[in-house]
């Protein structure tokens, strides 16, 4: 519930109450209008927002509020593009005052003009998180992914890194890694929410804040307040959950000791997938821990309305057919601008679903996402340009894992724009020349003919030599060396090569090494493009780590004078396990002695 004053939870429970709305219209050129309830035409305002779906409880839903108004009012519509809609309802207390409360912050997203009115359709910030999400590999804690994602979508969050941390999943480092069904930032709202063992909400005033269901309720509705109502005669109660686990492809079951109501199934997580299975497991028990609290009798209900009230509110409904010793809880509302208030809570009946999910605990749930025959890949493009030269430099590096005994094929295309070094050609030039001779008795010349043999030298474009070195898992494959030769230009050089003794269920790496010699080669950023395909090429099963580190330093040439020696050199690598802090690299030369000579560096 949104923080109020007592007069005020006094003041919206009597029989009669006397209030207002107002609301601002904030164009993307800064432009503002203010309306009231003179500018809105009666009974056209509704704000609407759920929690949950129509049918059952959720964990982690993202779902996005809608507010729809009519106004009196000559605004340009088209000028209301992306426009922030703001709305305020204020009501009197018995000190005659009175107190405003936000109704929440929307962008407009559709402005229909009729003769003399406006017709506003808007959505919450949630919207927002419809934006693409690139990144395929994220690591971290609740806190810094949530934070991630409002940071790209411009959205403010509305709790402290404190409150989110003293979650009970708040402060595992959580990963995500390889394929997944994930899409956009919402998605990926949508799975962090289910970790922490809540939903997400925009709230009031325009923030990003994570809500969780709890068991104390924040008021009583009396019959009085009530203009009808239905209850279930059940409640709702869910004791177990159930997350499938993508490398074992098994479904995971958890429950509580008195296993008897529904369960909560998490569908496949990716932020589930990786680390130990302890640690799984305390995940899991965890979000447990937070829906176990549920115990809610649905409903369906049309009141006199309190604006004050929250998606997430736990309600007590009493007098009349409600059972006062029961709770419930908002997973739907929607607030009439002057009119009723519907709220509701969904839930399934734990007798029907009874069978189902005890059918569900005894069996596990196999997923055959690598079918028989079907071909899974993995892909590589460079990030950043590859300067080629003698040095032997890697250009291609692509980790897979196989589910099953297999080969694969690689299979890559890398776009070089080559320099040949210029050469130098020489030869002899042979011929027969004319020359003229004086002729002393005709007074002139006579040409006479001379066979000659010269020395000719000039510069060419020379012929640069490409070679390509392939490694899997750090091993050499000897006796295949890919070599092309070309002149000065644009070339495309092809890759291939059958891969085989496939570690299953292990991280495997495919490696290719380029050096140059006459020249040197360029390969610009996504001018190598490669992939990894074969059957049963798991892209989603865990790869377990072998426990090695690979760190590769390339250093240049130094040219001394005289003799250089170095009596100490270390170098240390420290990873710290947190997103975004990069990699530390430290490297010290202690001692460097000469003997009295100056030394050059190249």
């Known amino acids: 519930m949104y923080p109020v004053s007592e007069a005020f939870l006094q003041a919206v429970q009597e029989n009669t ?20 309830n003179e500018n809105i035409v009666r009974g056209s305002g509704y704000i609407f927002g759920q929690c949950c779906g129509s049918t059952e409880m959720e964990l982690g839903t993202v779902y996005a509020a809608e507010m ?24 009197r207390l018995a000190d005659g005052s009175y107190e405003a409360v936000p109704m929440g912050v929307f962008e407009v997203s559709e402005a229909n003009r009729r003769i003399r009115c406006l017709e506003i359709k808007s959505y919450d910030f949630m919207l927002r998180f419809d934006k693409k999400f690139n990144s395929k590999n994220i690591q971290g804690n609740a806190y810094e992914i949530i934070m991630l994602c409002c940071k790209a979508c411009k959205v403010e969050f509305a709790q402290t890194e404190e409150e989110i941390v003293s979650m009970p999943n708040g402060a595992q480092v959580l990963s995500l890694y390889g394929e997944n069904d994930v899409e956009t930032y919402r998605d990926v709202l949508f799975y962090i929410g289910q970790v922490l063992g809540g939903f997400f909400v925009i709230n009031r005033v325009g923030k990003l804040e994570l809500r969780k269901y709890g068991n104390e309720p924040v008021m009583d509705i009396s019959n009085k307040q009530r203009f009808s109502s239905s209850f279930s005669d059940f409640i709702t109660r869910y004791t177990a959950v159930s997350s499938t686990n993508l490398r074992t492809q098994i479904a995971e079951y958890y429950g509580l000791e008195e296993d008897n109501g529904l369960t909560m199934n998490l569908g496949v997580n990716p932020f589930l997938q990786f680390g130990l299975e302890e640690t799984r497991e305390a ?23 309190n604006p004050a009230l929250d998606l997430g509110d736990v309600l007590r409904f009493c007098g009349g057919h409600a059972d006062e010793s029961q709770i419930t809880c908002i997973t739907s509302s929607q607030l009439r601008i002057g009119g009723k208030h519907t709220l509701k809570c969904v839930g399934k009946n734990p007798r029907l679903a009874q069978a189902k999910s005890k059918h569900d605990k005894n069996i596990s749930g196999l997923l055959n996402q690598v079918e028989a025959g079907k071909i899974g890949f993995f892909s590589f493009t460079n990030a950043k340009e590859f300067g080629l030269s003698e040095t032997e430099i890697e250009a291609i590096s692509i980790d897979f894992v196989a589910g099953e005994v297999t080969q694969a094929e ?5 776009v070089l724009e080559v320099t040949a070094d210029a050469v130098t050609r020489e030869a002899t030039a042979s011929g027969t020349i004319s020359v003229p001779v004086p002729d002393s008795s005709a007074e002139g010349t006579t040409e006479v003919s001379v066979d000659v043999n ?21 091993t050499e494959i000897e006796l295949f060396y890919p070599t092309e030769t ?35 080669a360029l390969i610009g950023a996504g001018s190598c493009i490669a992939t990894i395909s074969g059957q049963g090429m798991a892209a989603e099963a865990e790869a377990e780590w072998d426990g090695t580190i690979s760190v ?23 990873v710290v396990q947190k997103v975004p802090e990069p990699v530390g690299i430290v490297e010290t030369v202690r001692k460097f002695s000469m003997m009295g000579f100056p030394m050059v560096i190249e």
């Open 410 to 414: 690689f299979i890559g295309f890398v």
């Open 17 to 36: 109450r006397r209030y207002y709305w107002t609301g601002r219209i904030t164009t993307k050129a800064g432009v503002v209008y203010e309306f009231d």
């Open 454 to 474: 010269l020395p000719v030298s000039w510069l060419e474009d020379g012929r640069v030599v490409v070679r390509a070195r392939y490694v899997l898992n750090d």
């Open 283 to 305: 995940l899991c028990k965890n979000i447990l821990a937070d829906v176990s609290v549920i115990s809610y009798v649905p409903f369906d209900s049309e009141t006199i309305g």
């Open 486 to 520: 070309y002149g000065s230009g644009k070339h495309t050089f092809p890759l291939y090569y059958p891969v085989a003794n496939v570690i299953p269920n292990l991280l495997n790496n495919f490696s290719v090494y380029f050096s140059v010699s006459g020249g040197t």
């Open 68 to 91: 729809g108004i009519t106004l009196l009012s000559e605004i340009d519509r088209y000028s209301l593009e992306d426009a922030l809609v703001e709305l305020y309802y204020h009501l």
């Open 552 to 574: 590769e330093d390339t250093y240049t040439k130094w040219r001394l004078t005289e003799a250089v020696q170095f009596t100490h050199f270390t170098e240390a690598v420290s």
